[in-house]
């Protein structure tokens, strides 16, 4: 299967910091990445779709000035946590769109992050 | 209606068992289906993709299809306790880059 990297895999900030979260495609080109956060227990929630050249696409009550994403190459998508507070804290994984036959999806490891 | 359901479970069964998981969707245009496992406190990896009517089979895996019916099925031979997870139907929609994850089924082996 495709390698998708993130980094950090968790980071601890405090309220009213940023946060960056890089997310790369190891051994192939992505055009389409995809942003998720997870609450415990809870489902993946997209947040947003990040487009290699072009700006992401937000999903409904997802602040854009807030979570701020760049798709600046083909392999490389990065999520900014912009004024940082507590209710932020959740699992942010990325995912990549591998483009073929069937469209694979293949997801990074994910970043906790914390909020204190 | 949800553009993708799975039944929440639990579902246990016990090791050595076939594990039967479904999923049903709603967008008759969709072209491949995804079966992904997700471990606790983990992202969710790939396991199965399958975008032919039929049966698609990989080692203990097997990902059944049926357009017609619009249903999808993961099937685990010979489950083993490390089988024990949740796992996520996904769907690629017919709208480009569209993808529909189910919530997701949860998964108990029992030694």
């Known amino acids: 299967g495709a390698v998708v990297s993130q980094h950090p895999s968790w980071v601890i900030c405090k309220s009213g910091t940023s946060v960056k979260i890089e997310c790369r495609s190891l051994?192939?080109?992505?055009?389409?990445m995809f942003w998720y956060r997870q609450f415990p227990k809870q489902s993946l929630m997209l947040m947003a779709t990040?487009?290699?050249?072009?700006?992401?696409?937000?999903e409904q009550g997802v602040e854009k000035d807030k979570f701020l994403i760049n798709h600046a190459s083909l392999t490389l998508s990065t999520l900014t946590v912009t004024s940082a507070h507590p209710e932020d804290s959740s699992f942010y994984i990325c995912?990549?769109?591998?483009?073929?036959?069937?469209?694979?999806?293949?997801f990074g490891p994910g970043t906790r992050l914390t909020v204190t | 209606q949800k553009e993708v359901e799975q039944n929440s479970g639990p579902l246990s069964v016990p090791e050595g068992a076939i594990a039967s998981l479904n999923c049903t969707y709603s967008?008759?245009?969709?072209?491949?289906f995804f079966w992904y496992r997700q471990y606790s406190g983990k992202s969710p990896e790939l396991i199965m993709f399958?975008?032919?009517?039929g049966d698609k089979e990989d080692g203990r895996f097997t990902a059944q299809l049926n357009k017609a019916s619009q249903y999808v099925s993961l099937l685990i031979r010979d489950s083993q306790p490390s089988d024990s997870a949740t796992y996520l139907c996904?769907?690629?929609?017919?709208?480009?880059?569209?993808?529909?994850f189910g919530s997701g089924t949860k998964l108990n082996v029992k030694p």
């Open positions: 995912s990549a769109i591998r483009q073929g036959l069937t469209y694979e999806q293949y």
């Open positions: 399958i975008y032919s009517n």
């Open positions: 051994d192939f080109q992505a055009t389409t």
């Open positions: 996904a769907v690629k929609g017919s709208n480009f880059n569209k993808f529909y």
């Open positions: 967008d008759r245009g969709s072209q491949s």
């Open positions: 990040s487009n290699e050249g072009s700006k992401a696409t937000y």
